[in-house]
């Protein structure tokens, strides 16, 4: 029973269970919006509906065509929409972070160069 109360109350199982979730909550998210961008080219030029389409006698060739490209379009609304600007703020962030080390580094050694001064030692490394 230890090694159970152990294994529930680890953090790694508690994020997993907030990424599911959260995962979830942003699939239907991005569902619906790729069902707005559906509709927005079925009144462009007709829905990209595959369903009928059965070549040989096929019947499955349709519907999986249909799955093909709302999964394609899916991809490519999250990777233009969520992973790019991610990505950008996450390396504007990196950059301020940066600077302010940078900024951080300069005030210390401002710092030891004015205390070596006042002490009066030249060596500052």
Avoid at 15 to 20: C, D, G, I, K, T
């Amino acid at each position: 029973m230890k090694g159970f109360k152990e294994f529930i109350l680890r953090g790694n199982l508690v994020e997993l269970a907030v990424a599911f979730i959260i995962g979830g909550a942003f699939a239907t998210v991005v569902t619906a919006f790729t069902k707005i961008i559906i509709e927005l080219l079925a009144k462009a030029g007709g829905a990209p509906n595959f369903d009928k389409f059965q070549p040989a006698g096929l019947v499955s060739v349709g519907p999986f065509l249909t799955a093909l490209v709302a999964f394609l379009l899916m991809a490519f609304l999250v990777y233009f929409f969520v992973v790019k600007p991610y990505e950008a703020m996450r390396d504007r962030l990196k950059k301020e972070e940066e600077v302010e080390a940078q900024s951080e580094a300069e005030l210390l050694t401002e710092i030891r160069d004015i205390l070596a001064r006042q002490n009066g030692t030249t060596n500052l490394h």
